[in-house]
């Protein structure tokens, strides 16, 4: 009963990993940009130390690769939306100042005249550095990435002026994992550029990607995940009284 009952309460808490990236994927299935990522698995390891030679624990084993599927485009016609083409990613400045990318592109301009994603992340131009506008100017981004910024206080027709060029990658040859700050990197390489590869990026302007997350999947993930959480916790309860009953027996026989 003993080893029965702890790998069924070992399995309860190591389930939690698979929740909590099922519950994260169902909180934002309407986030734009947002990706799921790969499945959590179980791994089966032996207990080191006292007790029976054959004590194995289930052990949870996440990977959080990028799932880069592409979820539905919404055209908004603002100016400053833009939706990453294949599995193009936009280069951005993590809040701790690392190079970080991502595939939200719900764009604004901050106090300063600089330009960032809906979180606040800033946006990379081609040399690394952020993209600022002059106050007051008309934004306009093209598929290549270009960033045009128009003075509508010039008189007659106001040419466009080139400000800088997103940061644009080619995610497709590696593989990226979440940052702490849902941000994207490559995996186990922080900080580091993806290699430019001779794919053409590009993205579609005035328009958003939505989440990847198929929110029925989800909810059906969720509900088997609670199922095997009361089978586990009747697992639990029943090897709970069969010692009971084992123990009432000695005690009756002596």
């Known amino acids: ?41 179980m791994l089966t390891l032996k207990v080191q130390g006292a007790g029976f ?4 624990q289930p052990q949870a084993f996440s990977s959080d690769n990028i799932n880069m599927k592409p979820g539905v485009i ?25 190079l970080a990318f991502t595939r939200r592109g719900d764009l604004k301009l901050n106090g300063t005249g600089v330009l960032e994603t809906g979180t606040g992340a800033a946006v990379r131009g081609q040399n690394g550095g952020p993209i600022t506008i002059p106050p007051g100017f008309l934004i306009n981004i093209s598929k290549d990435g270009s960033v045009f910024a128009t003075n509508p206080g010039q008189g007659g027709v106001a040419a466009p002026v080139l400000i800088d060029k997103i940061l644009l990658r080619d995610a497709s040859a590696v593989n990226l994992e979440r940052r702490e700050d849902s941000l994207y ?6 900080n580091e550029d993806i290699p430019v590869t001779g794919k053409l990026t590009t993205l579609s302007p005035q328009t958003l990607e939505g989440s990847n997350v198929n929110a029925m999947e989800v909810m059906v993930k969720l509900m088997d995940q609670s199922r095997s959480f009361e089978m586990q916790v009747n697992v639990i309860k029943q090897s709970k009284d069969v010692d009971e009953s084992g123990g009432s027996m000695m005690r009756a026989s002596t």
């Open 74 to 98: 919404m055209k908004t016609g603002r100016d400053m939306d833009v939706a990453m083409d294949d599995q193009a990613v936009m280069g951005v400045t993590a809040p701790n100042g690392e």
């Open 185 to 190: 990197r490559v995996v186990g390489k922080p």
């Open 1 to 41: 009963m003993d080893r029965l009952a702890f790998n069924a309460a070992a399995a309860i808490n190591e389930m939690r990993t698979g929740r909590q990236m099922t519950t994260n994927e169902l909180a934002n299935v309407a986030t734009p940009g947002f990706k799921r990522s790969f499945e959590s698995a």
């Open 53 to 56: 030679e054959s004590r194995l």
